[in-house]
């Protein structure tokens, strides 16, 4: 303590960034709404909006540069994804080209006109589309769509999202041209090539239309369309809905008797560590998992142990199928140390301030290849165990999870598959050091189990483990949801603790709210079971050694960093004088 007295006068004041949000969380709860703008300016934006309007008849006068130019900076400013940008807005002053892009408009709409019934092509021959001649500017808005969908944050999933971003600028133009007092006409009546090559777009840039530009010869107060009664403006409450699409199948009731944990400790634990003297997002991936305890409600004690290494263990007769390296022996050998507290796991338990729990959950009576590993009733048994535990154990502290079960890597590899419908040769990992023999033999067993659990309908959680699973995963399965339900924090190991937590959270959503991955191993699928269950590893240390090892390690980094956070001064409380 360096012999100084605490003054109570002086605290710590909390580090405002020089840069990006300088706001607190202290201030963000006293005024959740804070970030509104004064009620004037938000008048002129709503009134902005109300007032945009399609405007087809265009003054002659120029359009002074500044004001184009505060425009174009407007669509400019609009969200695009990935922040990719990708929207170029050719303006087009030139009144031989305008002359032409109103020539293509003029033949593309007795074109359609030609295809809609009579009177709607009458209606729309009488629609003013003389904009593109008379206003003083064109504007092609582009889209440059030569980056690759997959290079894009946002895109790989909606390859279109671009063009919609390019449609977000429109509307940024639309308003900016309104509130200067100009118009504008976003003409679509274009073969979209023919507008390309009017001015030049070149192969991977397309164009979202021509957007007439300059000082309006009409102030209309409602849209034409709805003035010419072609529409009018539907009621907000048709086109909002809430929750669910109306009307086809009832909504699914909702599966979970699991609540995720309240919204606001969420926040609050968030808040919580604004205080600290420390910059926001300071310790990364850890700080993730420590704010999901605190939202828990989770803290470590001060000394004695933090929680507990459930380790189960299982037998599979699969391991006499050449999937393994190890003799079934081993795994006795291996639970007998564990008893002992001397098996890697339980020793690496005690060295990061755990208990151990050893559980056997007893042999698999199929071998997965020609017969279901489990009976129903038995999976039902040990669910309904493993929950007991579960509750137990979250009552003690943390719960990291370990199995042993050689051989289990092969059930595991099948779950993973089945689950995230991966094709047998990305499911199947090295196990605990298998040769390339070994892991062919693995791939056609779990291509075989695949196909057999395939032929048959599928029967949720209980169904898969029943019919590719193992007696220690889904006694870990119950585990997970029996801990998460008593409000535990469940720290993940290998692939199969993550397959386990996978399933529970399959039949409880709210179950993932409980889960930290202690760590990445080596196992092939494991990536994959934990990007499906939205979880960044605490370690990724290239474990392979199954038993609650990695989870361990996790778990005491956690620890270490809640008890840091515990200790590490709070802007506001009081420092040494
Ligand atoms: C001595 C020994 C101790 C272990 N403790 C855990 N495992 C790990 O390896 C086994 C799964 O790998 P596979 O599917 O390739 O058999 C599981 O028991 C797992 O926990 C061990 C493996 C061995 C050999
Ligand atoms: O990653 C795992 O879970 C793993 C890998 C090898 C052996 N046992 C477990």
């Not at 309007?53 to 669509?75: H, K, Q, W």
């Not at 092509?121 to 500017?137: F, I, S, T």
């Not at 003409?187 to 300059?214: K, N, S």
């Not at 305890?293 to 004690?301: E, R, S």
């Amino acid at each position: 303590m360096g012999g100084g007295a605490y003054c109570g006068a002086v605290t710590w004041s909390r580090p405002v960034p020089l840069v990006g949000d300088a706001t607190s969380a202290r201030e963000r709860a006293a005024d959740p709404a804070g970030w509104r703008f004064p009620d004037e300016q938000r008048a002129a934006f709503y009134a902005v909006l109300g007032a945009r309007r399609d405007v087809r008849r265009f003054r002659p006068d120029p359009v002074p540069d500044e004001v184009l130019e505060r425009v174009l900076a407007a669509g400019h400013a609009a969200p695009s994804v990935g922040h990719s940008q990708p929207w170029r807005f050719v303006v087009v002053d030139d009144p031989a080209v305008r002359e032409r892009a109103a020539v293509l408009a003029d033949r593309e709409r007795l074109a359609q006109a030609a295809q809609l019934d009579e009177e709607s092509g009458r209606r729309l021959l009488d629609l003013q589309l003389e904009g593109v001649r008379e206003a003083p500017l064109g504007v092609v808005v582009a889209c440059d769509r030569r980056a690759p969908a997959a290079g894009v944050l946002g895109r790989a999933t909606f390859p279109d999202a671009d063009l919609w971003s390019c449609a977000c600028a429109i509307e940024n133009l639309w308003l900016a041209a309104r509130a200067e007092g100009l118009g504008l006409g976003w003409v679509t009546l274009f073969g979209p090539h023919d507008l390309a090559g009017l001015v030049g777009l070149p192969e991977g840039v397309v164009t979202l239309g021509w957007l007439c530009l300059g000082w309006p010869d009409e102030r209309p107060p409602a849209p034409g369309l709805e003035r010419a009664a072609w529409s009018a403006r539907l009621p907000l409450s048709d086109v909002v809905v809430r929750g669910r699409w109306p009307g086809g199948d009832a909504p699914a009731a909702p599966r979970s008797r699991l609540r995720a944990p309240d919204q606001e400790a969420v926040v609050a634990a968030r808040d919580s560590a604004d205080d600290l003297l420390a910059a926001p997002g300071a310790l990364g991936v850890l700080e993730r998992a420590a704010d999901r305890a605190t939202a828990l409600g989770w803290a470590p004690p001060q000394d004695g142990p933090s929680g507990t290494l459930l380790l189960a263990v299982g037998r599979h007769p699969v391991a006499a199928l050449g999937v393994t390296a190890y003799e079934p022996q081993v795994g006795d050998d291996v639970l007998a140390a564990a008893r002992e507290g001397v098996a890697l796991g339980p020793a690496t338990a005690r060295a990061a301030g755990l208990s151990v729990e050893v559980v056997d959950a007893g042999t698999a009576t199929g071998d997965l290849l020609s017969s279901d590993p489990l009976e129903p009733d038995e999976v039902d048994r040990l669910l309904a165990h493993g929950r007991e535990l579960g509750a137990r154990l979250a009552g003690l502290g943390l719960v990291a999870l370990g199995e042993v079960g050689i051989g289990n890597t092969t059930p595991a590899a099948a779950l993973a598959a089945a689950l995230l419908g991966l094709p047998p040769e990305q499911a199947v990992g090295q196990g605990s050091g298998s040769d390339t023999g070994i892991v062919e033999r693995k791939r056609e067993v779990v291509a075989t189990a695949l196909d057999r659990y395939a032929s048959r309908p599928a029967a949720g959680t209980r169904g898969l483990l029943a019919a590719l699973g193992g007696p220690e995963i889904a006694l870990l399965c119950g585990v997970v949801t029996g801990a998460a339900g008593a409000g535990g924090l469940v720290v993940l190991d290998g692939l199969a603790t993550g397959v386990a937590a996978l399933l529970a959270v399959e039949d409880e959503p709210a179950v993932a709210a409980a889960l930290v991955a202690g760590q990445r191993s080596r196992e092939q699928a494991h990536a994959a079971v934990l990007a499906r269950l939205g979880l960044e590893p605490l370690l990724d240390l290239r474990l392979r050694a199954g038993e609650g090892v990695g989870a361990c390690l996790g778990a005491q980094l956690l620890v270490t960093t809640l008890r840091a956070r515990r200790s590490t001064a709070r802007t506001g409380s009081a420092r040494l004088q």
